[in-house]
């Protein structure tokens, strides 16, 4: 028996051949069938949720072509881990060999020091480096290095490519072989995996481990068993996602009870504190808005604290924000205007010309043909505004910003209807 290890490790590819999903990388043009044919592998970056094979394709890729493959994970390394896998590199260096791989997973936690300590050995080929983040890295990488990386995105699997691990694990496991296995139904099994192979795993792995006799899979079970198991079911931190949606959705309700406790239980589950921060931000734009301009002030404030003194005292200036943000009044105003003004310019074929009394008119060519003729300046007229028309022919009179109804914004809409006499 070998229920120690888990399921998730027992069906772990061994080939290309083997890996399930991500079909735009690993399917037959893929690029990295090309790289196993050629050997010619850049450094590279796999971006994509948790649960989706990005450390099994890194370890496929330095297995397929026989080559050194050192790890480093960025939550337990330093830059002094990074120089002694480098020295080891370099030792290993044989006349023409090829460079050997160095795969940091969570790569997006490495600071910036730990960053640029591998910049000399990527620029030297020294080995050739591999980045997994569930981060998007051109925030999160610094420049120099990104550029010097290829970024390939993975994808959340679907329903089908889950089926088919479901059906392997079933068909190729030896201990899920040795029990009875009724498939019944999928719903529940695949909507809790959440596109993550790892987690449906897990679930199976809870599922065999809790089920006396025969193992049953219908939405019923696999509700009950991680309603008794949830623990185990997002062990290890690897999946926030459930966590991190009632957080924001507890923000955006106005809730700072509910929200400080999501809170707490994404930093007890290792979340990375400035990804925290970084929702903040983006709530405070999103969700409060214009009803409170400084919440966006006070939200980049937690962020950049988060960045300069890290955890635990991180933890205060996120519970700070946190509570701000939940309790401030709310507005998805902007939120909302720039989707419409988005959606108006991608189904607005026609090519409008920018009113010319508004273009700039450097030249005196320009000047001849009207650019820049009859605009009337701001601030040369009472209260800094007169009325004129911004918007290309055609569009004359488009509402885009609609005033959300809180305090702040009832001000911006007295005013405007003043201003514009009812235009907007």
């Known amino acids: 028996m070998q229920n120690h290890i888990p399921l998730a490790e027992r069906l772990r590819p061994q080939n290309i051949d083997e890996y399930i999903g991500q079909s735009h990388l690993v399917g037959e043009d893929g690029i990295f069938r090309r790289f196993l044919e050629t050997g010619n592998v850049p450094s590279f970056i796999l971006w994509g949720p948790p649960g989706v094979g990005k450390t099994t394709l890194a370890r496929l890729v330095a297995k397929s072509l026989d080559r050194p493959f050192h790890t480093l994970s960025a939550v337990s390394s330093g830059v002094k881990d990074v120089r002694e896998v480098i020295e080891q590199a370099k030792k290993q260096r044989f006349f023409n060999a090829a460079p050997p791989f160095l795969f940091i997973d969570e790569i997006h936690r490495f600071n910036k020091s730990q960053q640029d300590s591998l910049l000399g050995a990527v620029e030297q080929g020294i080995f050739i480096l591999i980045g997994a983040t569930t981060e998007n890295p051109s925030f999160e990488v610094i420049s120099p290095l990104l550029s010097r990386c290829q970024v390939y995105v993975l994808k959340a699997m679907e329903d089908d490519e889950l089926q088919t691990l479901l059906d392997r694990a079933l068909r190729t496991d030896t201990e899920l072989k040795s029990r009875k296995t009724a498939v019944e139904q999928t719903d529940a099994l695949f909507r809790f995996s959440g596109g993550d192979a790892r987690k449906l795993l897990n679930i199976l792995d809870i599922l065999a481990g809790t089920a006396e006799g025969d193992i049953i899979i219908n939405d019923a079970t696999v509700t ?95 519970a700070e924000a946190t509570i701000y943000l939940a309790t401030s009044p709310k507005s998805n105003s902007a939120y909302m205007a720039i989707d419409k003004a988005t959606s108006l310019v991608n189904r607005d074929t026609v090519n409008r010309p920018v ?55 009832k001000t911006l809409a007295e005013r405007l209807a003043k201003q514009w006499k009812g235009k907007y």
């Open 355 to 409: 009113p010319l009394h508004i273009r700039n008119a450097p030249t005196k060519l320009m000047k001849d043909l009207d650019y820049g003729k009859n605009y009337k300046y701001a601030h040369s007229y009472e209260g800094n505004f007169t009325e004129q028309e911004f918007f290309p022919a055609g569009l004359e009179g488009t509402r885009l910003y609609d005033p959300g109804d809180n305090a702040h914004e």
């Open 224 to 318: 009950e068993s991680l309603q008794q198991n949830i623990a185990l079911y997002d062990k290890n931190g690897e999946q926030h996602y459930d966590v991190i949606s009632a957080f924001i959705k507890s923000v955006r309700g106005s809730d700072p009870n509910a929200a400080v406790y999501y809170l707490a239980r994404m930093l007890a589950g290792g979340e990375d504190p400035k990804f925290i921060a970084r929702r903040l931000v983006i709530l405070a734009a999103e969700d409060i808005g214009l009803a409170n301009p400084n919440a966006l002030l006070l939200a980049n404030a937690c962020f950049d604290t988060v960045h300069k003194i890290g955890m635990p005292e991180g933890r205060i200036p996120l």
